[in-house]
């Protein structure tokens, strides 16, 4: 495989891993040295891969919540040994809702930031930035028992992933990456420019 066909394999492996719970496959795809940010870690990619051990995206989250990822063709920035990569995904969680079956869907990109190392790519660093969400009854028509009240202050690009770590007992930070704070967004990708272009 070329470069790009390499990255593009190692940032779909990650998700595949991380959706199926494929531990050591995940500890594969990073360096050891990389750092995850996303609505409930920011830190190492050993915690984040530890912590979540591939199967929910929330702390909070019940042993039986079933999620189904969706993921599209990635966009590969590459410069010599370093790239980065846009991969749009869309995540599907069957949850309860104030006692009523639901469906949450969250829209995101995500920002890899992928080095070659000696021959062998793997990711350095994983940023999520989130585009928005929607929650509906499993059944439609099925009230789900919210209160407009408990959204107010709730940032539009992840609402309802906000709401639903509130009635769990959680909580998101309202500082996250988000295509409601474009300025935030650009930052991101000013950085990410820079990045692969820098000199060794």
Not at 67 to 75: E, R, S, T
Not at 149 to 178: E, F, H, N, T
Request: aromatic share 8%; glycine share 8%; proline share 4%.
């Amino acid at each position: 495989m070329n470069d790009y066909e390499s990255v593009e394999q190692l940032v779909l492996g990650e998700r595949d891993a991380r959706g199926r719970g494929l531990h050591d496959k995940m500890v594969k795809s990073y360096w050891p040295d990389a750092t995850v940010s996303t609505s409930w870690i920011s830190g190492s990619a050993t915690d984040y891969i530890n912590a979540g051990h591939g199967r929910n995206l929330r702390p909070e989250a019940s042993a039986n919540e079933r999620i189904v990822g969706l993921d599209c063709a990635p966009i590969i920035h590459l410069n010599n040994s370093r790239a980065y990569v846009e991969l749009p995904v869309e995540a599907n969680h069957w949850i309860t809702v104030n006692g009523e079956n639901a469906v949450w869907t969250s829209y995101m990109k995500l920002l890899y930031r992928c080095e070659k190392r000696d021959g062998e790519w793997r990711i350095s660093d994983l940023t999520s930035i989130f585009n928005n969400d929607k929650l509906a009854p499993v059944v439609p028509g099925t009230d789900l028992h919210i209160d407009p009240d408990d959204l107010k202050g709730l940032r539009s690009a992840y609402l309802w992933m906000s709401y639903i770590r509130k009635s769990d007992g959680g909580s998101v930070s309202q500082d996250l990456p988000g295509t409601d704070q474009p300025e935030k967004i650009d930052k991101i990708y000013q950085y990410d420019e820079e990045w692969i272009n820098e000199k060794k």
